[in-house]
C-alpha cells in the first residue's frame, strides 16, 4: 500500500456498508455520488481486492469488507467522540454528551428528565440515540447510557437506580369486547401482540412467563415499543408494556398480573474516563435522578395496588 487511505475514505466505506447504497450514503454525508464511489475505489485498490459485490438489495459487502467493518466503525465513533468532546468546556456544563437509551425508555421516560436538565444548563446539548441493541461505550458510541442488564464492560462507571416492570395489559374496551382471560391458556383466544423479530430476551421472557405461546400466537408483530402502546391502546388487543407507562391512560388494564411480571433493571452507565467532565456528570446524575425517581413511583403504585384476583 503506498499511501494510507484519508480519513473521508474510511468515512465514506462505513457509510456504504451502513447504507448499501452509494447513493445512499452519498446523502447521508453530504457528498456527490461520484466521490463517494471514488473513495470505495480508492480503499478498494489500497487493501488489495473488493469490498462490495451488486445484489438485488443493493451493494452487498465481502468478506474482505466486512473483516474490516469493526475498524471503519471504531474509526467513525472515535472521530464522533472527538467532535463532542470538543463542544464546550470540559469545566462547565455545555457541550455535546450523546445518550443511549432503549426505546422504551428513550420515549417515554427520558425527554421530562432532558427538559429538566436543559432548563438549569442551557448550553448543553443532548445527542439521544434510541436502540435496544448495547452500544459499546469503550469505543464512545455513546457517552452515557441507559442499560436495563447490568454492565460487564470494565473502564466503566455504573450506577442502578431501581427498576421497571413489564406486565400484560389491554384497553378496558377490548376487555369489555372479549372479556378478562382468567389464566394464560386463555390468550391463546384473544387478540395478542407481540415482537416481529425473536431476541434472546423474548425468548426467554417466553419460556418462563409464557409456556405453549410463540410468535405465531401473536395478531400483531411489531419490533417498535411505541407502535406496541399505541395498539394496546387503540384497543387492538392485549400486549405487554410496563406498568409504568400504562398508568398514564386510565383506560388501560392490568391482565393477569401473576402470569407475568418481569423486573427491569435500570443503569446509568459511562466510561471511567468521562467522569471528570462536567456535562457528563450532569448528563448522568440528571439520568439517575430523573429514572430513580421513577422507578421508586412504580414500585410504589404497585404496592398500593389491590391483589390480583
Known amino acids: 500500500m503506498s499511501q494510507e487511505p484519508s480519513w473521508d475514505v474510511y468515512r465514506s466505506f462505513a457509510a456504504v456498508l451502513r447504507e448499501r447504497s452509494l447513493s445512499a450514503a452519498a446523502r447521508a454525508l453530504g457528498l456527490t455520488q461520484p466521490s463517494v464511489a471514488r473513495h470505495i475505489a480508492a480503499l478498494e485498490q489500497a487493501v488489495g481486492g473488493a469490498l462490495f459485490v451488486r445484489s438485488p438489495r443493493g451493494l ?56 429538566a436538565l436543559r432548563r438549569v444548563h442551557p448550553r448543553l446539548a443532548v445527542e439521544l440515540a434510541l436502540t435496544d441493541s448495547v452500544d459499546d461505550l469503550l469505543q464512545r458510541q455513546a457517552d452515557v447510557a441507559v442499560r436495563m442488564v447490568e ?15 413489564l406486565g400484560f395489559h389491554a384497553h378496558r374496551d377490548y376487555l369489555a369486547r372479549r372479556g378478562m382471560p382468567a389464566t394464560v391458556a386463555d390468550l391463546r383466544d384473544h387478540d395478542l401482540i407481540g415482537p416481529d423479530t425473536e431476541t434472546a430476551f423474548t425468548r426467554g421472557t417466553a419460556a418462563r412467563w409464557l409456556p405453549g405461546l410463540d410468535r405465531t400466537a401473536f ?68 439520568l439517575a435522578e430523573g ?17 390480583a384476583e
Open 60 to 115: 452487498s459487502p465481502t468478506d474482505r469488507s466486512l473483516a474490516l467493518r469493526p475498524h471503519a466503525e471504531a474509526l467513525v465513533a472515535a472521530a464522533t467522540a472527538l467532535r463532542r468532546a470538543g463542544s464546550g468546556s470540559p469545566d462547565q456544563p455545555e457541550g455535546v454528551v450523546r445518550v443511549s437509551a432503549s426505546q422504551a425508555v428513550g420515549v417515554w421516560h427520558l425527554p421530562p428528565i432532558l427538559a
Open 219 to 286: 395478531a400483531l408483530r411489531t419490533d417498535s415499543d411505541a407502535a406496541h402502546v399505541a395498539a394496546i391502546t387503540a384497543g387492538f388487543g392485549i400486549g405487554i408494556c410496563q406498568t409504568a407507562v400504562a398508568r398514564r391512560d386510565p383506560a388501560l388494564v392490568r391482565v393477569l398480573p401473576k402470569a407475568l411480571d418481569v423486573a427491569l433493571p435500570l443503569w446509568i452507565v459511562m466510561h471511567e474516563d468521562l467522569r471528570g467532565g462536567a456535562r457528563y456528570r450532569a448528563v448522568f446524575d440528571a
Open 291 to 307: 429514572l430513580g425517581q421513577v422507578a421508586a413511583a412504580d414500585a410504589r403504585a404497585l404496592s398500593l395496588a389491590p391483589p
Open 151 to 165: 454492565p460487564a464492560q470494565q473502564a466503566l462507571v455504573a450506577r442502578r437506580v431501581g427498576a421497571v416492570r
